[in-house]
């Protein structure tokens, strides 16, 4: 029994030996170190709370006034006033084509031919109205004669006169149509030639080889002069009262993304479309030979409005997945991301900020900071 109590005590004294000696341990750097700032994220996901703000310094929000502007998207057409139909005044069959889709011609380029039978009838027309001038004026040179002799009235040389003046008018008539048609009176030719009535390119082509055309009908081709085209951008009825004639527009080839062209609002669609609610816009741009019909662009109307948006640096701004965000103040060592659109960027690296936040507002001065710390 006396064994078994020394054991106990034995134990009893070892393990308060241990809990105090562990206890009093010093010198530990580890132990005595302050701990490290802590950074946690809020249900919400967009809220993160900091422990020591200090290492993440604020700045003030400040306002930028600046002309309205509005935002659209628009496609590139032609001009329809620098458009110009090719037509024919003849209807037959096409026997060559010279020109093609999207070629560059020139004024008086031949384009097609065409053999027509109203080309030959109008030679038929023609010759026949030779014929009959020639014996209106032989007729008439007989009248004369006998009426200087007393043989014939007045009467009768009046008529053989006014015979011969009719088919004079429609020889010239019948002369006058074959050179309307593309055809030398003198030279008789079935083929017809249509030639580029100005200089452009090919915007439509509506004939192939061995295709029929139809006197004034469907016109085989288009050409236009595109060194000045058209935007038509869809502008909403919301955004309407933003844009004014002669307001001057930038336009952002996607194409081109680095090259910006000038444009002035030439037309505002009086009709809206009844399902999207959008007019259409017209600007007016100077191709510098980059702008090819069909192109999307990006427009952007500047106004004669004064607007007062936003301004911070632009280390504040981070961009992820393809949104800009900032990291706002929001009291008691919190700070919440708020989503921003932006807009122009300002001399000093500053950045103009159209919505999200406003001015007086303090957000992190530098962004990518924080987020590589939460990430962390």
């Not at 259409?280 to 109307?301: D, H, Q, S, Y």
Request: glycine letters at 8%; charged letters at 20%; hydrophobic letters at 40%.
């Amino acid at each position: 029994m006396n064994c078994i109590k020394w054991r106990v005590y034995l134990l009893a004294f070892v393990a308060t030996f241990l809990l105090f000696g562990c206890g009093n341990s010093k010198g530990d750097p580890a132990s005595e170190a302050p701990p490290a700032a802590a950074i946690e994220p809020e249900a919400d996901g967009s809220i993160v709370q900091i422990d020591r703000p200090g290492q993440f310094p604020l700045v003030t929000a400040t306002a930028h006034s600046s002309k309205s502007e509005l935002a659209v998207t628009g496609v590139v057409v032609p001009d329809i006033s620098r458009s110009v139909p090719v037509i024919t005044l003849a209807s037959g069959r096409v026997v060559d084509i010279d020109a093609r889709l999207g070629d560059t011609v020139r004024k008086g380029q031949l384009l097609l031919r065409v053999r027509s039978a109203d080309v030959s009838g109008g030679y038929s027309d023609y010759r026949k109205a030779v014929a009959d001038e020639m014996l209106a004026r032989t007729q008439l040179n007989r009248a004369k004669d006998l009426y200087s002799h007393g043989a014939i009235s007045t009467n009768d040389l009046q008529i053989a006169q006014d015979t011969e003046d009719k088919a004079q008018v429609d020889v010239e008539t019948s002369a006058e149509h074959l050179r309307l048609l593309g055809n030398d009176p003198d030279k008789p030719n079935t083929i017809m030639d249509i030639y580029a009535p100005v200089s452009g390119v090919i915007t439509d082509q509506q004939v192939t080889n061995a295709a029929g055309v139809q006197a004034l009908g469907s016109n085989p081709f288009t050409i236009s002069d595109l060194s000045q085209v058209w935007v038509l951008c869809d502008v909403y009825e919301n955004d309407l009262p933003n844009v004014s004639l002669g307001d001057t527009a930038e336009i952002r080839l996607n194409a081109y993304p680095d090259r910006t062209l000038k444009g002035r609002i030439s037309n505002i669609g009086a009709i809206l479309d009844p399902n999207i609610r959008t007019a259409k816009v017209r600007i007016e741009v100077r191709n510098p030979g980059l702008m090819r019909l069909g192109m999307f662009v990006n427009a952007t109307f500047h106004g004669q409005k004064q607007e007062v948006h936003t301004a911070i640096p632009a280390t504040s701004i981070l961009h992820l997945h393809d949104r800009d965000w900032v990291f706002v103040s929001d009291g008691d060592n919190k700070f919440r991301r708020v989503e921003i659109t932006l807009g122009n960027t300002l001399p000093g690296n500053v950045q103009e900020v159209i919505s999200g936040i406003k001015p007086g507002e303090r957000v992190i001065q530098n962004a990518l900071v924080i987020q590589n710390t939460v990430a962390q």
